[in-house]
């Protein structure tokens, strides 16, 4: 694993752009080494973009983007892939968690983007970048038309603690073995690209 | 020579069928529990696939007894880091703004065992061998578990012939779909880790937060369900200081073996801002609602994996059995 084409894939993994066979191909491979350097390449992509750099996620709808830029420049990353979700008509409100708001049963696909967007407003201000579980509050009224949205910070550390308190009980108490843990965690990465 | 009478030998046929099928499921139960026994007490190291939501996420998860203490490392390969660390009970989350969170031990129901927790499963339901496969090139018996009824959802298991650990799985709709998927791609029985693999990696930038524990008031405080889907029983209880405010949690968590959620009440005043509604993560579900009692306004949360229309039936049902959640 020392050749370019492997740095190559490793990168394009770092930036969540290898396809499914090349990453089982690189999570085989790799070596504790290897794993340890990625690590350190994390965290130094992390401190060159010190955080305020806010790229748009892969797939986000263009025309959403679009529209957001102007009220949100450096937050777009909040939204993750947004879509209009199956929710009961009665309500008409919905949090979502910072990362993606999807109708059930589209997992599979390995990496297909949702082709409705819910159209949402960002909050205008924010006092940090938000964190595992903060959440945006967004209309996901059925036709998709814009509507509220409040400031995401309290709302998403409440929603933060409730998601681990809730994966660690299910780890301990149900059959699931370490699955909830990987859900808590993979659900934080899901906030991806800020 | 006396003619055979079908109906004679369709019934003896039906009568060994069932019996073949009672063995098999009983046989796939205790391979669930050999599961999650195999999973707490080896020592292993492997990566991972894990996606939902049409999103792909690779993971390492490294997993030890040390002097009769559990660790357990599980940390986010790409994208950002962010890692969990356990340590017996004790829980330490590292999230993408390397930010520390570490979750009391507190619990003041005992565990459940093995046994106890998967008493419930045959009722609710059907646990079967479903054959041999090959996952991180390793033999593997895929097990399925297929609900009764509409209030939880199916997985497909596929579980390692030498170590009983999960090595695939995947929770399935009603239709069928695959609504998350977890899939090993590398592991290593025994690697000989050490208390140094189980420490969070990289400084931190964030100072440590606790999350406080208070004593839980016992009695008669709390939630108690109005309704609950067939098999389902309290596992775990307890009271919280939560999110910002700071404000008093109280959380139950609910189980039927396998699917698990939790419902969290807290008081709030009325400049709360939070808004009742819905929202959904690949298998995941939060509903939350107000409700209002004598004395003040408590939000309702409900966070699981269950069925959107389970969560709310659950959440429509609750009630507080105090008048208030307060501190101790």
Do not use: C
């Not at chain 1, 983007?113 to 903060?134: H, T, Y």
């Not at chain 2, 490392?73 to 590292?94: F, N, P, Y």
């Not at chain 2, 031990?105 to 079967?128: F, H, T």
């Amino acid at each position: 694993m020392s050749s370019d084409r492997n740095r190559e894939a490793l990168s394009a993994m770092l930036d969540g752009e290898a396809g499914e066979l090349e990453l089982r191909r690189l999570l085989r491979d790799m070596s504790d080494e290897e794993v340890s350097a990625w690590s350190r390449w994390q965290l130094a992509r992390d401190a060159v973009r010190g955080r305020a750099v806010t790229k748009a996620p892969e797939g986000f709808s263009a025309s959403l983007r679009q529209g957001l830029t102007p009220q949100a420049s450096g937050e777009l990353g909040l939204m993750g892939h947004v879509s209009r979700a199956g929710v009961a008509a009665s309500v008409a409100v919905a949090v979502i968690f910072g990362w993606q708001y999807f109708d059930g049963g589209t997992a599979d696909t390995g990496g297909a983007v949702p082709q409705e967007v819910v159209q949402v407003e960002m909050p205008e201000r924010r006092d940090g970048p938000p964190a595992l579980g903060e959440a945006a509050t967004v209309s996901a009224g059925g036709s998709g038309s814009a509507t509220q949205a409040v400031p995401a910070g309290l709302e998403g550390e409440r929603m933060n603690s409730m998601l681990m308190r809730h994966s660690e009980s299910a780890a301990r108490h149900s059959g699931q073995a370490m699955v909830p843990y990987v859900r808590l965690i993979s659900l934080d990465s899901l906030q991806e690209d800020r | 020579m006396l003619p055979l009478r079908p109906g004679i030998v369709a019934a003896a046929l039906l009568a060994a069928a069932s019996v073949a099928v009672a063995e098999s499921a009983q046989q796939a139960r205790s391979l669930l529990e050999d599961m999650v026994e195999a999973s707490r007490v080896l020592e292993y190291q492997g990566r991972f696939l894990y996606s939902q939501g049409g999103r792909l996420s690779t993971m390492e998860i490294s997993h030890a007894v040390i002097d009769g203490r559990e660790y357990e490392r599980l940390a986010h390969l790409d994208g950002d880091v962010s890692e969990l660390i356990r340590q017996g009970r004790d829980v330490v989350s590292v999230d993408r703004n390397r930010r520390i969170t570490r979750l009391p031990p507190g619990e003041s129901l005992p565990p459940l065992d093995l046994a106890e927790r998967m008493q419930a499963l045959p009722g609710q339901y059907n646990v079967l061998i479903d054959g041999d496969d090959r996952v991180a090139g390793r033999d593997a018996v895929r097990v399925r578990v297929a609900p009764l009824d509409e209030h939880r959802y199916g997985y497909r298991l596929w579980l390692d012939r030498e170590s009983s650990l999960l090595l695939r799985s995947e929770l399935v709709n009603e239709n069928g779909q695959a609504m998350e998927r977890m899939e090993f791609v590398s592991l290593e029985l025994a690697p000989g880790l050490s208390r140094e693999d189980f420490r969070v990696s990289g400084i931190p930038e964030r100072v440590v937060r606790n999350v406080e524990s208070l004593e839980d008031p016992g009695g008669d405080a709390g939630i108690e369900p109005g309704w609950l889907p067939e098999g389902f029983r309290q596992v775990a209880r307890d009271l919280r200081r939560g999110g910002p405010r700071g404000a008093p949690v109280y959380s139950q968590t609910f189980s039927d073996g396998l699917a698990a959620f939790t419902v969290f009440a807290e008081p709030v005043d009325e400049s709360a801002t939070v808004d009742e509604g819905i929202s959904r993560i690949g298998p995941s579900v939060a509903v939350s609602r107000y409700l209002d009692s004598d004395n003040r306004s408590h939000l309702l949360t409900l966070v699981g994996e269950i069925p959107l229309s389970t969560a709310e039936r659950v959440i429509s049902a609750l009630r507080l059995l105090s008048d208030e959640v307060t501190e101790p």
